[in-house]
């Protein structure tokens, strides 16, 4: 009898399998962690938010707090000569730009609203997120208001974070 080189077909099959029974338990463990890891970036990134408000409305008292995302950020990235009311640089230019008409940071979607248009100073504003694509870069959303108070809730598949002080405050505090 000769002497056999190699791996059979047989061992080969057994031991493919168990790669594939192992990715099969690893990878939605995997798609967890991205998940948390990106609904963490969220909560910061809202957090961030809050704080360049409150120095935005310092620096600028006259006009209240800011009701965009890109005057809380510079005009362009990388460029922020002189910050101003309408280009504050307070935020970096990734998170100023994550609208829903733009790309995600983190996959995440970002708007700021202001619940009194009429008035000048603005003395309120909301503050939302929400996944880009629901069930692949996360599964909640957040918004805060003036209170600084993060706030999370089920996303039930839309990329529209919320735009309401009303429609934030009526959900859990983390």
Partial sequence: M???KGFSLIELLIVVAIILIIAAIAIPNLLRARIAANEASAVASIRTINTAQVTY????PTTGYSVTMAAL???AAGACATPTSANACLIDYTLASATATTAAKSGYYFAVTNGTTATTPVSTYTVGSAPSAYNS???RSFCSVEDAVVRAFANTGTATPVATTAGCIAYTTL
């Fill in 2 to 4: 000769r002497k056999q």
């Fill in 137 to 139: 870069t996360g599964v």
């Fill in 73 to 75: 950020g510079p005009s």
């Fill in 57 to 60: 409305l310092t620096a600028y």
